[in-house]
């Protein structure tokens, strides 16, 4: 394992300019700051912990690494930056925002310095980067999100989400226990799928295993965020199975408002002629322009325990694993059995 001597010789410099350029406790040159910052880089550098904790006391500041995509909802985005900062102010913490469009280059600075005591970490991956990065550093850590394969094991680090596999079965046993026998789904962009995003893959493995349990059909479209897709997507949806009595919405407010635009248009009776249901919805359905009934998203509560837990792993206290989060259906009237 590299040491901070290591970083020193590859940068050509002192190993307390090394020491200083990590604190930030003084002003280093530029040009020389780009040297340690490439060393630390090339040699995949970590800080101790205790090196850290000699340093100094802890400096109340977490880093939240959400990482920004082109595909994504900014305004959704940043009610998960927005909770997870109140949550820390009550406890007299700072945010530092690695908003960055790549997962890790935000956390390997904060995790090369003493910089901040601890890091949250949203947008996880089924294969997530930042899990091995926090453990080399020690770092006390918490993900909104579950890493690893399985789904499950959090990859050994505390973790907090809606259980998105039951969240999916809920959603099919909702239409089909009033008798909807024909779903379409419409999802998130392929490339959250592309990227590994974990809450959509377990998402789909829940409402795919309770629709061959029960039988059920499922049409599953996933539209871009390219100006009239979701419509193009819906209409297609309705063409290729003209059977479809029930829509599962599990992709971002936009599309879904462009979607209930669509419904109006071609004159459809919500629940009447279709019924509509919004998955793990992060906003707030019951103000669209068709109220839809809904599994809600509990945003704030999985922001405050990611916060939380990452404040206690800063006192001493171990990491606590995962927590799953109960999925709760909420109606709103656009769920009915179907006329035929």
């Known amino acids: 394992m590299a040491t901070i001597s290591d970083v020193a010789k590859v940068a050509g410099v002192s190993i307390s300019t090394v020491s200083y350029a990590l604190s930030g406790k003084r002003t280093i040159a530029a040009s020389t700051r780009q040297r340690i910052e490439a060393a630390i880089r090339e040699l995949d550098y970590e800080p101790n912990a205790g090196a850290r904790m000699l340093a100094g006391t802890t400096t109340?500041?977490?880093?939240?690494?959400?990482?920004?995509?082109?595909?994504?909802?900014?305004?959704?985005?940043?009610?998960?930056?927005?909770?997870?900062?109140?949550?820390?102010?009550?406890?007299?913490y700072d945010v530092l925002l690695l908003a960055t469009d790549d997962d890790v280059s935000g956390i390997r600075r904060v995790a090369a310095s003493s910089l901040v005591d601890g890091v949250v970490a949203m947008g996880v991956k089924a294969h997530d980067e930042r899990v091995d990065i926090v453990r080399r550093a020690a770092l006390p850590a918490a993900f909104i999100g579950i890493p690893g394969e399985d789904g499950h094991s959090g990859d050994g680090v505390a973790c907090v989400d809606l259980d998105f596999e039951r969240a999916g079965r809920l959603a099919v046993s909702t239409l089909a226990e009033v008798g909807h026998r024909s779903i379409g789904v419409v999802g998130h962009p392929p490339t959250y799928l592309a990227r590994g995003t974990g809450f959509v893959q377990r998402f789909n493995v829940g409402l795919e295993a309770e629709a061959a349990a029960r039988?059920?059909?499922?049409?599953?479209?996933?539209?871009?965020?390219?100006?009239?897709?979701?419509?193009?997507?819906?209409?297609?949806?309705?063409?290729?199975?003209?059977d479809l009595t029930a829509v599962i919405f599990h992709c971002n407010e936009p599309v879904v408002e462009a979607v209930l635009r669509r419904v109006r248009e071609r004159g459809l009776d919500v629940p009447g002629d279709l019924s509509l249901f919004a998955a793990c919805a992060s906003y707030d359905t019951s103000h669209l322009v068709i109220p839809l009934s809904c599994i809600p998203l509990p945003l704030d509560q999985m922001c405050r325990i990611a916060v939380e837990s990452a404040l206690r792993q800063v006192r001493g206290a171990d990491a606590l694993g995962v927590e799953l989060i109960t999925p709760v259906a909420e109606h709103r009237g656009s769920v009915a059995r179907p006329r035929n």
Do not use: C, Q, W, Y
Not at 60 to 71: F, G, Q, V
Not at 76 to 87: C, E, G, W
């Open 60 to 92: 109340n500041i977490l880093a939240l690494s959400a990482p920004i995509h082109t595909d994504g909802h900014l305004p959704t985005h940043m009610r998960f930056v927005t909770a997870v900062v109140d949550t820390a102010r009550k406890h007299d």
């Open 215 to 242: 039988g059920i059909r499922v049409a599953v479209v996933s539209p871009t965020l390219a100006r009239g897709d979701a419509e193009r997507s819906f209409d297609s949806l309705l063409e290729r199975s003209p």
